[in-house]
């Protein structure tokens, strides 16, 4: 079993940053491909960014290519996302997932942490 804590979110002004990051316990951090996903008022649950175990490749949605960052140090068993040019539609509360097998579907996640709030204002 796989616990996953994630921090960092809040308010921030459009064009500016935030650093998230993600604790994870309980298991073989190493073993997990982890995932970042958000979800916005009145929408579904998306696909944010995946790094794979040994951190080498990473994936993002369109919507936040060349402004995220997902990186993870399994020496630390923690994945952090920075998020650069924040804009309002990046308005939403953000998820840690990890997953033996993940590729950008949530489905594909076995464990998710609770969720950080971060509000972009325009």
């Known amino acids: 079993q796989v616990q996953l804590v994630e921090s960092g979110g809040g308010s921030v002004q459009a064009g500016g940053s935030l650093r998230l990051s993600c604790a994870a316990s309980?298991?073989?951090?190493?073993?997990?491909?982890m995932g970042w996903f958000r979800q916005a008022p009145g929408k579904e649950r998306e696909f944010v960014a995946r790094?794979?175990?040994?951190?080498?490749?990473?994936d993002y949605a369109d919507s936040v290519k060349g402004r995220f960052t997902i990186s993870r140090d399994n020496t630390k068993n923690t994945v952090a996302l920075q998020m650069n040019s924040l804009k309002p539609e990046d308005t939403a509360v953000y998820y840690c997932a990890a997953a033996r097998l993940g590729m950008t579907i949530s489905d594909e996640y076995d464990y998710w942490g609770q969720g950080t709030q971060v509000t972009v204002s325009a």
């Open positions: 309980g298991g073989i951090f190493r073993a997990y491909v």
């Open positions: 790094i794979t175990r040994n951190g080498i490749n990473t």
